[in-house]
Nanobody, 112 residues
Framework: QVNLVESGGGWVQAGGSLRLSCTAS???????MGWYRQAPGKQRESVAL???????RYADSVKGRFTISRDSSRRTLYLQMNSLSPEDTAVYYC???????WGQGTQVTVSS
């Protein structure tokens, strides 16, 4: 059982920035890790992925604005989010790929 604890969410005005963090209870050095989000009334979607060898992939909606990074020695995954828009409002989760059990997530609210 891997426990994932997300943090760093909050309220921000459009155009602002937030940095999310996710700490895992076990080492994830060899795994692809990612950030996912679920907006009200919508299905959870993948936002960004970081492979074990350093490759990153982003959803089209966040390319150029979000940056995923990982510090495997600290078992921590990050998501730097810039130029936020109200469409980014959601609960953000981290998980491996494919996803296992979900954590509590962290709420991001962007006002116009």
């Amino acid at each position: 059982q891997v426990n994932l604890v997300e943090s760093g969410g909050g309220w921000v005005q459009a155009g602002g920035s937030l940095r999310l963090s996710c700490t895992a209870s076990v080492q994830f050095a060899g795994r692809t890790m990612g950030w996912y989000r679920q907006a009200p009334g919508k299905q959870r979607e993948s936002v960004a992925l970081a492979t074990a060898n350093g490759e990153t992939r982003y959803a089209d909606s966040v390319k150029g604005r979000f940056t995923i990074s990982r510090d495997s020695s600290r078992r921590t995954l990050y998501l730097q989010m810039n130029s936020l828009s109200p469409e980014d409002t959601a609960v953000y989760y981290c998980n491996k790929k494919p996803p296992g059990s979900w954590g509590q997530g962290t709420q991001v609210t962007v006002s116009s």
